[in-house]
């Protein structure tokens, strides 16, 4: 099941973004996803393993067996990063990444 987040325009700034992003959306998004303003992606990035056994537990990705930091990107239709959270160990899920946002 896709999950949704859905984010409301609340100032005119808001809404005057929202439409150059759907006045300049790619048309094969434009088609399949007319409602989509930003993807949302967890990222892992791989790291040294860290010299405390604590750490090396908090960082360790068993899906892709190395030291990782994991963090959220949304990235609008137009490429740039238009969100980056805060880096969390690599043990952390991706669902739960989310929902601290």
């Known amino acids: 099941?896709?999950?949704?987040?859905?984010?409301?325009?609340k100032t005119a700034t808001d809404l005057a973004?929202?439409?150059?992003?759907?006045?300049?959306m790619?048309?094969?998004?434009?088609?399949?996803?007319?409602?989509?303003?930003?993807?949302?992606?967890?990222?892992e990035l791989f790291?040294?393993?860290?010299?405390?056994?604590?750490?090396?537990?908090n960082t360790y990705s068993a899906y892709k067996s190395h030291n990782t930091a994991k963090g959220l990107?949304?990235?609008?239709?137009?490429?740039f990063a238009t969100f980056i959270s805060n880096l969390y160990g690599g043990h952390i899920l991706s669902y739960v990444v989310l929902s601290i946002y």
Do not use: W
């Open 47 to 57: 790291i040294e393993m860290p010299s405390s056994f604590r750490a090396q537990s």
């Open 17 to 24: 973004i929202c439409k150059v992003i759907k006045d300049t």
């Open 73 to 79: 990107i949304g990235i609008a239709l137009n490429g």
């Open 1 to 9: 099941m896709d999950k949704l987040l859905i984010l409301h325009a």
């Open 26 to 43: 790619p048309k094969c998004f434009k088609e399949r996803y007319p409602e989509t303003s930003v993807i949302l992606d967890c990222m």
